[in-house]
């Protein structure tokens, strides 16, 4: 339960790491989804606009899509801060917090980002060298060169939140060795 809900004299050091990583995380969704869309407009146009109509201002499509990037991965950021900010204030050791919180975040984004470039990869492996038919249904919908490049978007997207997912784990162990070490040398 001390992971979840913290002593209160550590809330106000984690609040703003909670911003810090909600900002960088949808300036990295607002970046990534305007390359995605740069490379199928129709993943956004006909799959992204229908999930995210909530949001729809009837702004330009590039607004659009960078509203989407940020609603789609600003709670990684916070939620990512909260948990590294629940280890590293659980002691009331602050010298090197700011730099520990943000090594936490820049292993967390480079994995994401890692990962989105290689599901670009096997998004493009998987449709030109295999030439597979079928994505989600979608088939139905669009075909050849359209088809693909849906395809490889969403392989990106699902491939950056898994490395998301994996930075975040990287980062949590890379922590907790490290305050269990400072722990241990006090």
Known sequence: MNWIVPRIRNVRKILPYLLYG???AGLY????????????????????????????????ERLFVGIIGFLATWWVGFFSGW?????RFFSD???TAHRDMLQGFVIIVCCAVGAGMLGGVVGYLNFYVFDTQEFMGFEKQFSGTTLKRFAIVGTIHNFGYAGG????IVAVILLKRKMKQCNANA
Not at 32 to 57: G, V
Not at 83 to 87: A, D, E, P, Q, S
């Open 29 to 60: 969704g607002m970046i990534h989804d305007q390359i995605s869309f740069t490379i199928s407009p129709e993943y956004f146009t006909d799959f992204k606009f229908q999930q995210f109509r909530y949001a729809d201002f009837h702004l330009p």
């Open 93 to 95: 050791d602050l010298q």
């Open 83 to 87: 948990f590294l900010g629940r280890i």
């Open 22 to 24: 909600a900002m960088l």
């Open 165 to 168: 997912l994996a930075g975040f």
